[in-house]
């Protein structure tokens, strides 16, 4: 956990400021002859840009999306780009019914929790089975709150079912389990190319005691050294009821979120996993259900 700081520093985006039609001329999206045409009938109609844009049908909705995107800084992905999996909704679908529920829970957890003067910057996922949407969440919900300008990281330290290197395509990692075996630093946090303000630290190479490595202190030192550098941290967790991994999880950061599934999580198995967990200290802030 030695590496420079210099290793995880975010890019810069520089189209704040810019028109619609130059964000579009320069990406390669709208040539300079049809920019003038757009800007000819948006005079002719007292109309914005976007809107005689689509009259000519000369630009896609998504075209204007991305240029609204671009000078509003907002970070997300075009459906053209079938890099990372489409369940990161947020980040390819941000204006959707599920983008506008995760800005909603985003906006709980800001009053809640993360503008809590006592409170710390890291929140665990939990849910009691496997199924239940827990990963999905915490990767959509790091996007989110990326796309608010936070400096995010997202955590998978579910050592045994990894699924954050998946969601985000990210190329190999010694990851968390590197990290707690001493084996890398910081340098294991990944940048999410297209979205700034994300990072990602996957789970790494599966150790055959996952447990152990949790328990150490060189996870509480992670997440101390973690919480210098980003204003909000995601972790993602294994399922509560399988193993004690999340509680160990929980413990260390100090609250958790509590994610269940419409009709496949079980309500004994829910309140059980709270029960473990506040009697560990953990603050249980608030709970998702995943109706999806």
């Given at each position: 956990m030695n590496a420079p700081e210099s290793l995880i520093?975010?890019?810069?985006?520089?189209?704040?400021?810019?028109?619609?039609?130059?964000?579009l001329v320069s990406s390669g999206r709208l040539t300079a002859e049809n920019a003038e045409r757009i800007l000819q009938r948006q005079q002719q109609d007292?109309?914005?840009?976007?809107?005689?844009?689509?009259?000519l049908q000369l630009l896609t909705r998504e075209d204007i999306d991305f240029a609204l995107s671009r000078q509003f800084d907002y970070a997300y992905l075009s459906e053209k780009?079938?890099?990372?999996?489409?369940?990161?909704?947020?980040a390819y679908k941000p204006f959707s019914r599920v983008g506008e529920n995760l800005r909603a829970v985003r906006s709980q957890l800001m009053l809640r929790w993360f503008n809590n003067e006592t409170a710390t910057k890291v929140i665990a996922l939990v849910s009691p089975g496997p199924g239940e949407g827990r990963s999905f969440i915490a990767a959509n919900l790091a996007i989110v709150f990326a796309q608010q300008g936070e400096r995010?990281?997202?955590?998978d330290a579910d050592l045994r079912k990894a699924r954050q290197h998946e969601l985000f395509a990210l190329g190999k990692s010694?990851?968390?389990?590197?990290?707690?075996?001493?084996?890398?630093g910081l340098e294991a946090v990944l940048p999410v190319p297209g979205l700034k303000s994300l990072f990602v630290l996957p789970a790494g190479a599966v150790p055959?005691?996952?447990?152990?490595?949790?328990?150490?202190?060189?996870?509480?030192?992670?997440l101390h050294i973690a919480a210098k550098e980003f204003d909000v941290i995601i972790v993602d967790t294994p399922a509560g009821t399988d193993f004690a991994d999340a509680e160990i999880i929980a413990s260390r950061a100090g609250a958790a979120v509590m994610v269940t599934r419409k009709n496949l999580s079980r309500m004994s198995d829910a309140a059980l996993l709270a029960r473990r967990l506040?009697?560990?200290?953990?603050a249980l802030v608030g709970s998702i259900l995943n109706d999806d």
């Open positions: 520093k975010s890019p810069v985006l520089a189209s704040a400021g810019r028109s619609i039609g130059d964000i007292k109309s914005n840009f976007g809107d005689a844009a689509l009259a780009d079938t890099s990372r999996s489409p369940e990161l909704v947020a995010t990281l997202l955590i010694a990851g968390l389990s590197g990290i707690l075996a001493d084996r890398a055959p005691n996952p447990q152990e490595l949790l328990g150490r202190t060189a996870f509480g030192a992670l506040q009697d560990s200290g953990v």
